[in-house]
């Protein structure tokens, strides 16, 4: 988000939610992954390539 110059407010407005939302998902150690599909959408970035290319 930071090299895109996007912010927590962006983002919830992308998801339909508010950015204390988006905080809470940030700080949480586990994400869905309807969620990470949805942030993935929003940025424009496979998200779950970055899982992938681990196994």
Same mark, same amino acid.
């Given at each position: 988000?930071?090299? $895109?110059?996007? @912010? !927590?407010?962006?983002?919830? +407005? +992308?998801?339909?939610? !508010? #950015?204390? @939302?988006? #905080?809470? /998902?940030?700080?949480?150690?586990? /994400? &869905? @992954?309807? +969620?990470?599909? $949805?942030?993935?959408?929003?940025? $424009?970035? &496979? *998200? *779950?390539?970055?899982?992938?290319?681990?196994?």
């Amino acid at each position: 988000m930071h090299r $895109q110059g996007r @912010t !927590n407010i962006w983002l919830a +407005q +992308q998801l339909s939610c !508010n #950015s204390r @939302t988006i #905080s809470k /998902i940030f700080k949480k150690e586990v /994400i &869905d @992954t309807y +969620q990470l599909l $949805q942030i993935s959408i929003a940025l $424009q970035r &496979d *998200f *779950f390539k970055v899982y992938s290319e681990l196994l």
